[in-house]
């Protein structure tokens, strides 16, 4: 036994990342191309946080919860990318135990705080559209604040208990992880513990989150839709519906491969298709989210073109 609780020790000091394809060539090209979305999204985002923090014309509630959103992409993409790009290249495809606790810890935190954050938008956009009149008064820069502020904080709280109870999970045959990052399922899969209770509070903690941020925005986009339909003129209804579009698009993406991950009580996903969902949330969506932003909004784009020109 004592022989059994050496080669434990040793084991749990790391695990190996399986990540994509072992083909040489096949990592190179997803280095290529997870490299150049990794840009693209860092500096869409810190485009946006500049505009908006430099052109006073969008220190508007819905500006500021949108530079509180790029900031969370960047840091997002951040805890997952730069490993699985050093991973791509590397021949020993590691993560010591710790890091990969913390990498789970700020993924699940960030994700939470992105749901929050999503919510908290369409709330903001419900109030812009249905109550234009008490807009001024319920969207106020302390009411910003608190909200935000508050996104964050329940974020960082979120990630305590599923990361407590995977870390405190027995790890002793395997230590290869069948994926890129640390993330719940295949850490599950790969403790020798009985997982029921851990699986069991996450499924409850991942239903409860995801379905009340869902359900607020979903309840706030269809209020939004109800009030739109009632204006007379046709361009009305289209100037109203476009402040909203570019939300909507990214919180069905977003939702739309949380859900399908996460809400499931049984983790059995093929690991390659649990790959490419994740592929989707953790490098896509950090991508689309300026890209929709900023393309699809008309006073962005005037803002950005007078920062441009002063500087």
């Not at 001024?136 to 996104?151: F, P, Q, R």
């Not at 007379?232 to 491969?257: E, N």
Request: charged residues 10%; hydrophobic residues 45%; positive net charge.
């Amino acid at each position: 036994s004592s022989f059994q609780e050496m080669t434990n020790a040793t084991v749990v000091l790391e695990f190996r990342l399986l990540g994509f394809s072992s083909n040489p060539c096949c990592q190179i090209l997803l280095f290529t191309l997870f490299l150049v979305i990794y840009i693209l999204t860092i500096l869409g985002n810190i485009i946006i946080i500049s505009v908006v923090t430099l052109e006073p014309r969008l220190h508007s509630p819905m500006y500021k919860f949108l530079k509180n959103l790029s900031f969370l992409e960047v840091c997002y993409t951040t805890t997952i990318v730069p490993k699985m790009l050093a991973n791509l290249l590397a021949q020993r495809k590691t993560i010591s135990f710790s890091g990969c606790m913390a990498q789970l810890y700020y993924f699940v935190s960030l994700g939470a705080t992105e749901c929050y954050l999503l919510s908290v938008m369409a709330y903001d956009r419900f109030l812009a559209v249905c109550e234009p009149l008490h807009y001024g008064v319920a969207m106020t820069a302390e009411s910003y604040t608190c909200l935000s502020v508050g996104s964050w904080v329940t974020g960082v709280f979120t990630g305590f208990l599923p990361c407590l109870m995977v870390s405190r999970l027995h790890f002793c045959r395997y230590n290869l992880i069948d994926h890129f990052f640390c993330d719940i399922s295949p850490l599950l899969k790969l403790s020798c513990s009985d997982t029921t209770v851990t699986e069991a509070v996450i499924f409850i903690l991942s239903l409860l989150v995801l379905s009340s941020c869902f359900l607020l925005t979903v309840v706030s986009y269809l209020l939004i839709i109800l009030n739109i339909l009632k204006i007379p003129s046709a361009s009305g209804k289209r100037v109203t519906f476009s402040t909203c579009s570019s939300h909507l698009m990214v919180v069905t993406i977003y939702y739309g491969t949380m859900i399908s991950m996460y809400v499931r009580p049984t983790y059995n996903l093929s690991s390659e298709l649990n790959k490419a969902v994740s592929v989707l949330y953790t490098v896509v969506t950090p991508l689309l989210n300026p890209v929709i932003y900023s393309l699809r909004n008309k006073a962005f784009k005037k803002a950005l073109g007078q920062v441009v020109i002063r500087h």
